[in-house]
């Protein structure tokens, strides 16, 4: 499968599937056939890669049978996948809108509080529990009860996308005739930043007291 940057073009469903298709293999890649994602999916690729690994490392921090250190380790790895996630919603939303900004906006338009950008941060995350409630209804050490209770989840989930997808659709739509506008907004991760962090730019490792 191949895909050129068109997006003006891009809807819902090509993400979804973009989305499932990356799940199917037994390690991240790039789906056979596919040539290296160029312009909006490079960073739909991009959120949709660093929430695979958010996920692997959330799970390994839950461990408790290991060395503080290395749940230390996945500590920081997150942080680190989720300052990349962000970014990569962001430059979704300012691809989008430099594609989406021919048609200015009506006077009357609505603002869309969520950007596009984190709508399909949310299908991402919601490619990632399909995926992997859908192996929990395939374990052959769990009871019956449990994959009954995980099949329910699954068919919640798949319907929860499915309405998430509708909203995405529609807000393409009205942004493209003007009825709907949305913005990048800028997440400013504060502890991220050792100038802004009080923690890492305070004496001893304790935030300064503020200026009288």
Not at 11 to 18: G, K
Not at 97 to 105: A, D, K
Not at 149 to 170: G, N, T, Y
């Amino acid at each position: 499968m191949k895909r050129k940057a068109m997006p003006l073009q891009i809807d819902a469903r090509s993400i979804t599937q973009f989305h499932d298709q990356f799940l199917s293999g037994p390690e991240w890649r790039t789906p056979d056939g596919m040539e290296a994602p160029a312009d909006i999916w490079r960073w739909i690729e991009a959120n949709h890669r660093y929430n695979s690994l958010l996920w692997k490392e959330e799970d390994k921090a839950r461990r408790t049978d290991v060395d503080a250190r290395e749940i230390a380790a996945c500590k920081r790895l997150i942080d680190q996948y989720n300052q990349q996630r962000n970014d990569a919603v962001e430059a979704i939303d300012e691809t989008l809108l430099t594609e989406l900004g021919q048609l200015p906006p009506a006077s009357d338009a609505r603002l869309n509080s969520e950007t596009a950008g984190a709508m399909v941060d949310r299908l991402s995350i919601l490619a990632l529990k399909i995926y992997h409630m859908g192996l929990q209804t395939q374990r052959g050490d769990a009871s019956a009860e449990h994959i009954a209770r995980c099949r329910e989840k699954l068919q919640r989930l798949r319907i929860q996308r499915e309405d998430l997808a509708s909203c995405f659709d529609s807000l393409l739509e009205e942004t493209r005739q003007g009825r709907a506008y949305f913005k990048v907004y800028r997440q400013f991760k504060m502890y991220n930043d050792p100038t802004l962090n009080p923690y890492l730019y305070g004496r001893a490792g304790r935030p300064s007291a503020p200026a009288a």
